[in-house]
């Protein structure tokens, strides 16, 4: 595993690969599709990769069969340019230099923190054999890392669930691995832990130069973290790009739906603009497309709402509002409509009645065909 300097020094020149995927396809007996179908990706050094996608797209599947939990029927995969499974090739997990964080921690409840982060490294495998007193300094430097230097002695049951993962962190990074995924690492935790412990394990991935791969189903997590994010439906990947991309340039209606939450309304091209409900929206505020009818993409801080009487025209009614801190986000029903999500600073009450027009942005409405 490469120190935190050489890390920043290689900004200018592209880092190596770390992981490669090929038509990766795993379908478990009792299905009729694949839990993963051809799944290609590739993760370079020091990347951190988020898997998200809804309930049963295959996130932890495709997690499983990286670390070596679970053998796919097609394709291959290799780590550090050499095969770990395909092509004749099948290496257990132990002997894949990866590190496994998991949900519930899985940490051995009769062992204290030292030794917890230790099992590890007594049990690499027999090809790696590490002397005690490397043990001793590894576990303690991972410690250390975690932030809880001085907890070596405690047991699980004497740490929150924000330190007992992050002794699951430690035990994961103790024997240095350039990769280290964790399934859905935060979902256990209190919703300020989350955000902090988040942020932290990315500095303290970055700051050791190692690669991760994390799963999630959370679409703000995924955001807020990751370097890339794999977008996941029914098994294949839908999208694989950077966070911003993802949110301003969603590949389908499924990704800005799940990413971003937007609204969708049927809108029409004609010679004035994209007719939708909402009124006709000028088509230099649209990205061009051939498409002459689609779903308009609208996301909830594309909405501007203006107060009005309830006998105007197009009128709708805030039936839910959420007080965010510097915005609201409001719930909007329409009979004909039916609901739209809002986000903006402006105060409303509930049963206010608003007119809804369309704000631009820098990067442009879509419509999906
Ligand atoms: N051991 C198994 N045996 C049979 N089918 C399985 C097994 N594990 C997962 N599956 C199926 O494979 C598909 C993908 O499951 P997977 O757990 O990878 O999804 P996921 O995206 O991680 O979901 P979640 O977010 O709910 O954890 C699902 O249809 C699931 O029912």
């Known amino acids: 595993m490469p120190t935190a300097s050489q890390v920043s020094n290689v900004t200018t020149t592209p880092l190596p690969t770390v992981l490669e995927l090929h038509n990766v396809t795993k379908q478990y007996q009792q299905q009729t599709v694949p839990a993963i179908n051809q799944v290609s990706l590739q993760l370079r050094q020091g990347e951190l990769l988020a898997l998200l996608g809804p309930s049963g797209c ?14 796919p029927e097609k394709g291959w995969i290799e780590l550090a340019k050499q095969p770990v499974c395909g092509q004749g090739t099948t290496l257990p997990p132990e002997r894949r230099d990866v590190g496994i964080v998991f949900q519930d921690y899985a940490l051995f409840p009769h062992l204290c923190v030292i ?7 007594k049990h690499l495998g027999r090809h790696r054999r590490l002397p005690n007193a490397q043990i001793q300094t590894l576990a303690q ?11 070596e002695r405690r047991y699980p049951h004497e ?12 035990r994961a990074l103790a024997p240095r691995p350039s990769l280290v995924l964790l399934d859905e690492p935060f979902s256990n935790l209190d919703v300020q832990v989350r955000l902090y412990l988040r942020q932290e394990v990315r500095s303290i991935l970055k700051g050791v130069g190692a690669s991760g791969i994390f799963v999630t189903h959370d679409q703000q997590e995924a955001l807020a973290i990751a370097d890339r994010v794999a977008v996941m439906r029914a098994g294949r990947i839908e999208q694989l790009a950077s966070p911003e991309e993802i949110y301003e340039q969603p590949a389908s209606q499924f990704i800005a739906d799940f990413v971003t939450q937007a609204n969708f309304l049927k809108a029409q091209r004609s010679a ?9 929206v000028d088509t230099a505020m649209v990205n061009p497309t ?31 509002r959420e007080f965010l801190g510097r915005e609201y986000k409001y719930t909007l029903n329409h009979p004909s409509l039916g609901k739209l999500k809002a986000r903006t600073p402006i105060r409303f009450a509930t049963g206010d009645t ?9 990067y442009g409405l879509r419509v999906f065909v």
């Open 272 to 280: 004035g603009g994209w007719k939708t409900a909402l009124g006709l």
């Open 115 to 121: 030794d917890n982060v230790s099992f590890g490294l």
């Open 159 to 170: 740490l929150s669930g924000g330190q007992q993962q992050r002794v699951a962190l430690a």
């Open 58 to 71: 295959g996130k932890t599947t495709l997690l499983r069969t990286i670390a070596g939990f679970e053998n």
């Open 354 to 362: 608003v007119q809804v027009s369309v704000k631009p942005n820098p």
């Open 141 to 151: 430097e991972a410690i250390s890392l975690v932030g809880l230097a001085g907890f």
């Open 290 to 320: 051939d498409a002459t009818q689609g779903m308009l993409m609208l996301r909830q801080e594309e909405l501007y709402l203006k107060a009005v009487e309830t006998d105007a025209e197009m009128v709708l009614v805030i039936c839910d």
